[in-house]
């Protein structure tokens, strides 16, 4: 079962950009628990109200990357387990990459999607310490990736659509992974996705994070929630390699184009799923619906398609991405 | 005549820029080699073995047939499609710096050449140029490249050598995993071969794609080959790395390439192997 479904986790981490609005509720809830019969506060909270409505519009209209940045990292952001609840019928998940061990960095299993039966593939970050440790921050190690290319091409071989969430830091360096060929399982997860005769569709929902989320990112539709990330790099890490320090994170982040609407303008980006003012923290039933209508009608139209149109597609759809220009070659 | 179609051993202005007398110390043994010496010995410490990295139109003389280098796509020039710059200093100005010190290839040189013979596509990363680091004109070369093996059915070759996707162009950068490895696909759903060569260093998003999906993966000594920098590692995991951690030698022991192969065997290496595949369907 979803051992790791929302619920419980009510004590909300809050973001520095968030905190004037924070305050603001946090106000309201105290005018409310000391209204009684007698006394009524209800016009001042009105008020109070609406002045949280507007900050909040101020502080999202005017975000800047970095603030992105931390969104998409939100510690309270839906992960992959609260869409399979909150969109999927029949989960079940599938383990192991039955050659050294199942990496709960990444998941696959089994689900129904508006009557369809599909592959569901995500990176899961946990939701506190321990999940954490469990999870590895959603950063997964060869094994996880071989899992997926092992679940997608089963998908594949029985015509089952492939669902992926992205959300990850990244993939996961440390001495295990590198040992076991964590480039190699990576590489193969792109090699392997661009022929898989089945719809994919690759959301977006947090941090798309390097090569760790481009291996389960190969797909015919690239979606993104509003405050999601898809970076070559991390800013932190960017920034230590071009400005020799972190603190630059910020401008970094900038430079980077990571945006959901920097990554439209580039024609990566199939569609922008508009989040909750406020992020998609503030209400992930409504968030999760918006994921829902956006896969219905996109999976609606490649599933009209043939695996060859499909792999064609998709081939056509990575060939065309590139900046350059090309002068008339010269001969030698 | 183009920079790089040289006779075998050092390009010309190579030998004029060094000056008599000029010595090099091996990063392995510390000896102190004398540069003479050591192009001599194809920039292979004469000392201890250690493999010094070689410049890349050396490294095309030593590998492709005197005179059968063909330039493809020698036209194209990257962009700043993100008008990228760290305070004053200017993606396009890096660029510019590169090219002049490095030729105009960007960080790929690829063309049509011939190894003992047999008619290949092949691929040289030019490190020298922004540390090889792969963007759009990268990209494009290699799936042009690849695309190339395809359509004539020869063995296509490529000779790695990059830090990784080249950040300055973004996400635009990493998309090319998807892409090159997209056309590596191709190949081989088509039984065409691809031998890939990793050099000294092979890391992120180079490796990540079609580097680790050769169908033989061949390697010189003492290459850097990786996901992730040792220096990210130590980062993360706060401990000292093993010796020889992400070499050639600990990539074989791991199962994660076919062979190390020194220097002066890597052409006879590379024309087995091509001759291998070559019989049953390269030819057409
Ligand atoms: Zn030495």
Redesign the pocket.
Known sequence: MIEEARGETKLMHVLEFERPIADLERKIEELRSMSTASVDFSSEIKKLQQKAVKLQEEVFSGLSPHQQVQLSRHPSRPFTLDYVSLIFDDYMELHGDRAFRDDPAILGGMATFEGEEVLIIGHQKGRNTKDNVKRNFGMSRPEGYRKCIRLMEMAARFERPILCFVDTPGAYPGIGAEERGQAEAIAKSLEVMTRLKTPIISTVIGEGGSGGALAIGVADRILMLEYATYSVITPEGCASILWRDQGKAADAASQLKLRARDLHNLKICDEIIREPTGGAHRDPKATADSVRAALKSHLGDILKLTGTELIDQRYEKYRRIGAFREAAATSK | MAWWSRKKGLPAEGKKSVPSGLWTK?E??G?SLFETDLEENLRV?T??G?HLRLPTPTRVALIVDEDSFVEHDAGMKSTDPLSFHIDTKKYKDSLKRAESKSGPADAYLSGSATIDGHACEVGFFVFEFMGGSMGSVVGEKITRQLERALERRVPALIFSASGGARMQEGVLSLMQMAKTSAARARLQEAGVPYISVLLDPTTGGVAASFAMLGDVIITEPNALIGFAGPRVIEQTIRQQLPEGFQRSEFLMEHGMIDMVVQRQDLKATLSRTIRWFAGRRAEA
Request: glycine fraction near 0%; hydrophobic fraction near 10%; aromatic fraction near 12%.
């Open positions: 091996c392995q043994c000896e410490c000392a201890c250690y």
